[in-house]
């Protein structure tokens, strides 16, 4: 991994920790995942393999993406004020996914890169992946896919919240 690849992921890393703060939600909680997205997709997304298996490994990792960044996004405790603003904050389980997701994603590329490589090729091999753009591909769409869905749920969320709904969506809405 290269200078550039930590510090994106510790920038994400720190959208979420910034947030174990309670804060408004606003404009600035919404651009700034989604520009370090774009920024990763720009440097890292060059193509999207479409050759044997590598649409379903793209598939079932944006899956993967957007299940943990839904849950991210609805395990955060959220609350509006007298004003009605509404503010949130991560907690343990909130942070935890988030963490999770871009663990996975770091722990991937750094076993490939220190002894796990061979593996991963011939994993690709049997299951028709066609190679290191798939999973490049595959890797930084799960990132996109669990900052959009976390992005999703906390907005739904935030309006419902906003209109004293008693939806299950705003469950544990009160810190």
Request: aromatic content about 6%; cysteine-free.
């Amino acid at each position: 991994m290269t200078t550039t690849d930590y510090l994106i992921n510790i920038a994400l890393i720190l959208v979420v920790f910034m947030q174990i703060r309670e804060r408004r939600l606003g404009l600035r909680s919404v651009l700034l995942p989604v520009a370090l997205v774009a920024f990763a997709a720009e440097n890292y997304l060059h193509t999207i393999p479409t050759s044997g298996n590598d649409l379903l490994l793209i598939a079932v990792l944006i899956a993967a993406g957007a299940t943990l960044g839904t849950l991210a996004g609805l395990a955060m405790k959220m609350r509006v004020d007298g004003e009605g603003a509404t503010f949130a904050r991560a907690g343990f389980i909130a942070a935890a996914l988030w963490v999770l997701g871009i663990g996975a994603r770091m722990a991937f590329v750094l076993a490939s890169e220190h002894g796990a490589g061979h593996a991963i090729t011939q994993f690709s091999i049997n299951n028709r992946i066609s190679g290191s753009a798939a999973w490049t591909a595959a890797l930084v769409l799960m990132a996109f896919a669990e900052v959009l869905a976390r992005l999703a749920a906390i907005q739904i969320r935030a309006f419902m919240v906003g209109r004293g709904s008693s939806s299950p969506l705003v469950a544990g809405s009160h810190a």
